[in-house]
């Protein structure tokens, strides 16, 4: 990171995070922390197969179990008609399945609660849910999306009639933003000095993997219910659980006490905690769940999972012409809370930093019995940003053009901002030159691409390739009249309380709810610098909706760009108050009252107040004007008016071993612009663990299924997350070009890693064997898919490799937990 | 983690710890870093009866000399191992291949004797025991004997251990002066081998005297690659003589097939990492 002088502001300030000594030290509550007196513990007892048919259930061993107080089923607990709901219809006329609380008939995916027991200990649910005997008919397993889509395919949902959950369109031809890109394809076809290019990509299912399992604790034994739980919503929560079981929503106090990362994947109303708040309210008693990492990696919802067939056409003098995007999006067997809108999300950001002149987009999502898929970091955006960069690659390819001189062809130059877009979106700012001409010279793109071609000449055993991803994202999410527009069940707005205490100090309120980005020392840093007030006497308040009673929590990178100008909001009215009670106090005129760091003055004098003594003189209300309350407090409610734009240039050296497959990350840098910095180390932070997310998928996860629908690698023993040895030391910096549709300038870094890295490895891996004749690699880019790439390239055939298959991973090695043999017989 | 119910003993000796056994039946495990033992009870995939935790038994966790040979503790922690310098100087292969096993945390815990009566085809001492002729002292409820490592190792997850025996004592040949390497091949740093080859040479001047080679993960136990072995001695510690024995690596194996590598790609694996391993060690 680059740095410079230290601000006298807060604003720039690197501010070790105040929140992390409590956090890392996990001296502090998380939900799991949280046993209020008598509590009973529940334990879920789940599907192993992907389809089948539920006999019965025979509950009797379990109840007699010591410690259990009862097995329930959905009928048991009388919410065998309560569905969770979804909250993005993507089109009128979407499938929409009900997902139960617990499977009745039928279970739709492995890992599908059927049961479930409470006991007095958590050990005690857990050795009864053993003996919970259920009797399946196996169905058959759907599994492949195109084969769902197939005439005579098994249905995931007969009721529905139908595979397909919904197909949605975008066209610019028809939305008038653009041209049709029909047009464009039967042109460039017809014209000898144009190209078609087609490629299919995969993004391969995913699996968020926060640090902090799920887990919640329903305590009913009060005037309220007290529901707490490891979420990223809990405000949504708090309304849906009202949808949901008809808890009146005044009756309901959701608490996200200390929560341990998320990614998206604690987005989500989830069957567990909707069983919770049943079972409490029938058996008076808090109750509490809290799964395994086993449970968690197959049951919490997954991400990414789509095919991708891109077309994009261009002249041969390299001006992009047109691009056609068709996605299979798989929802798995059940719509998450925003699962159906995830893709769409995507659907806007395909032409990312490119005047294309032409686009469509079609999508349809699929029902598959799988688990289901919802937001996972970035949520859409990664998934479009990975097929352009990766198709302008092909494209660079195709006409024999240096991958970077071509995306500087067809990008918005600087000077054409603000600039609207094929989908119709204004970008207010940007500087892809700026950004790009930074990152070049700390690479060095011209000594590796040096390297690169001696490499090649030499024929060495190692060979370099040079990723590239000069990606944008649109986040701060959301103007409220565009989620309107995509039939997206609530607003994008974002709520903010300031409350200045008698003594002095500052407690601010924010309805975007952290799971441990660093809120509390940003959100202070910016109060800070409004109200002139120290960092250290501002307290950041949030995740109760008792505290913080208005919120539409945290994701899509919204905390800042949309709450924290909320903040700014509620300042501004603290201030306004503040200076009509300065005025009155020091007898001037509101007019002539000067505010600087804090202190009020009367213009031309040396008179004046600082605002915790306005606070205190409120507080007091001895003497206050007569048209004012006795409050310098002020609530606020801000929505955006357009999303922001962050962009970056990427670039990764890759080496190939061509011998064994082998990828190695040599270097990796990264500038990225997401305007004004409100805390350099937070962004830093924030921009490596997205890069380490986004290389992931690059390199190393998936979650692999069987073909009886089973995931074979549901646990870290197998599902192979890298750590910090497997990642080089990142060069990241950040260049400013502010936003100009907030008053800080800011614009959200929360996916940027996420979102940009994953093209930028492929790229790099597939640059560095192209010669050898491969032409893709699907991700994860293993060592294995790289080998057998090369060999069938030069014309060697080999084996098969068994997808679905345990292999030796961290702590079972070569014991499969799917399929044990050996001594665990 | 909640594993189903067992009993729990832990014996201060080994002739307790052989009675508990004894006492426990057919059920019983011995825990000692737990490290492979925790994952399976995590996911209940074993529920024995009662768990004989050696962790007490402080006189299995030294490293002596003793004449010709260095005698390892089984309960001796992987961390221990690696930072041994009698190991170093005189079993550098050992500690080579240790340094590669997981993590810190687990390389803390787990330890030489967990490793080597776990027999998991893809651990990595395995085949350094094998290739360096090592030998393992296991003690039972009728005294105690002594296995070469070339029958210690049965099949997959199986050793010589018998039923209510514990195994001791590792106890390595000196190679001192030896030249070594283990090249490890894996898909995430800390993980275990997809395949990895042991490799320890006597030089004499520029040739090579004397050879040991084992592989992990090339079947369901270690296997010794005899055939390599052979096309090395007396040849120059060369590339093309790498290359040239390194066609052996195969002979006698059995790759698996996992999502990792299917068995055409662990063959190749085996091949190029045996070459890279004589070089390696060779210097
Ligand atoms: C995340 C992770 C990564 C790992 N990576 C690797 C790796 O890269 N390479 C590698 O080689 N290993 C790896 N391991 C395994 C590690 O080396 C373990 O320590 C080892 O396999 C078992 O040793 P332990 O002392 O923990 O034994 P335990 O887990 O306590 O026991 C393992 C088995 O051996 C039996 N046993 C233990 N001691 C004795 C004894 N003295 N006599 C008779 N039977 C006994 C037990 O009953 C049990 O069946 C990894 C483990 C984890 C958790």
Redesign the pocket.
Known sequence: MTTTAEPTTELGKARTRKEDARLITGRTRYTDSITPHGTLHMHVVRSPLAHARINGVDKSAAEAAPGVVGVYTAADLGVDAVGLPCAWPITPDMKSPQRPLLATSTVHFAGEGVAVVVARTAAEARDAGDLVEIDYDPLEPVLDMEAALADGATLVHPDLGTNENATWVFDSGAAGTGGSVDEAISAAEADPDSVVVRRRFRQQRLIPAFMEPRSCVVDPTGEQITVWSATQIPHILRTMTTVTLGVPEAKLRVIAPDVGGGFGGKIGVLPEEMLCVALAQRLHKPVKWTETRSESLLAAHHGRDQIQDITITAKRDGTVTGLDVHLLADMGAYLGLVGPGVPILGAFMFNAIYKIPALKFTCTNVFTTKTLTDAYRGAGRPEATFAIERIMDELAAELGRDPLELREQNWITHEEFPFTTVVGLTYDSGNYEQATQQAKQKFDYDALRREQAERRARGDKVQLGIGISTFTEMCGLAPSRVLGSLAYGAGGWEAASIRMLATGKVEVITGASPHGQGHETAFSQIVADQLGVPFEDVEILHGDTQSSPKGLDTYGSRSLAVGGIAIVKAAEKVVAKAKKLAAHLLEASEDDIEFNAGQFTVRGTDKGKAIQELAFAAFMAHDYPEDMEPSLDADAVYDPENFSFPHGTHLAAIEVDTETGKVNLRNYVCVDDIGTVVNPLIVEGQVHGGLAQGIAQALYEEANYDDQGTLVNGTFVDYTLPSAADLPSFDTAVVSTPATSNPLGVKGVGEAGTIASTPAIVNGVLDAIRHLGVADVEMPTTSQRVWRAIQEAQGRSTQETPVDTHSPG??L?SIDPNNPQG?VQ | MIPAKFDYVRPSSVEEAVTALRDAGEDA???????????VLRLRLAAPSTIVD?GGIAELRHIAEDGDRIAIG?MAA?HDVMRDDLVKQHVSLLSQATE???DPQ?RH???L???L??A?PA???GAVALALDAEFVIAGGSGTRTVPASEFFVDYFTTA?GEGE??TQVRFPKYTGWSTHYEKFNRTA????MCAVAVALRLDGGSIAEARVGLTNMGTTPIRARGVEAALVGQQASEDAARAAAEHATEGTAAPSDADAASDYREHLARVLTGRAVLAAAG
């Open positions: 961290a702590g090695g001594e | 495990k011995i825990l000692a870093g737990g490290q492979s033992l925790l994952p050696l089984a992987h590669t096993v997981a687990v815990r787990g330890t004797g967990g490793a009566a776990h998991d651990g990595d001492l251990i514990i195994l800390q993980a275990w081998s």
